[in-house]
Nanobody, 117 residues
Framework: QVQLVESGGGLVQAGGSLRLSCAAS????????LGWFRQAPGKQREFVAR????????YYADSVKARFTISRDNAKRTVYLQMNSLKPEDTAVYYC??????????WGQGTQVIVSS
C-alpha cells in the first residue's frame, strides 16, 4: 500500500509558475515509478509526466514538454512537478500516481490548478 498526498496547487496567471509536490508513504519509495496526471472539467484524465524509481530519466506528454519538469527526492519521499509558462489549458486537477508494477497503482486525492488568462 502507498499513500500519496499532493500539495502546491492554486490560482496563477498565464505565463506564471507553480510547483506541485506529492509526498509518499507506505512502501519502499525507490521501488516504484511516480507520475503526474491531470483531469480538466468534462475531460478524461490524461498523462502529464513520469519518473522511474531511480530518477535517471523522465517522460512527458507533448503538451507539457519543455515547460514542465518532474523530479523526485528519494530522501524526502517526494516527487515534484515544476510547471513553467503555464497556459489556461493547463487548468485541471493534478493527480500523483505511484506505479508498483503488475497493474498495481495508487493515486493521491488531487490538487487544483487554475490558470487565468
Amino acid at each position: 500500500q502507498v499513500q500519496l498526498v499532493e500539495s502546491g496547487g492554486g490560482l496563477v496567471q498565464a505565463g506564471g509558475s507553480l510547483r506541485l509536490s506529492c509526498a509518499a508513504s507506505g512502501d519502499t519509495f525507490t521501488r516504484y515509478s511516480l507520475g503526474w496526471f491531470r483531469q480538466a472539467p468534462g475531460k478524461q484524465r490524461e498523462f502529464v509526466a513520469r519518473i522511474p524509481g531511480s530518477g535517471a530519466s523522465s517522460y512527458y506528454a507533448d503538451s507539457v514538454k519543455a515547460r514542465f519538469t518532474i523530479s523526485r527526492d528519494n530522501a524526502k519521499r517526494t516527487v515534484y512537478l515544476q510547471m513553467n509558462s503555464l497556459k489556461p489549458e493547463d487548468t485541471a486537477v493534478y493527480y500523483c500516481q505511484a506505479d508498483l508494477g503488475d497493474e498495481s497503482y495508487f493515486w493521491g486525492q488531487g490538487t487544483q490548478v487554475i490558470v487565468s488568462s
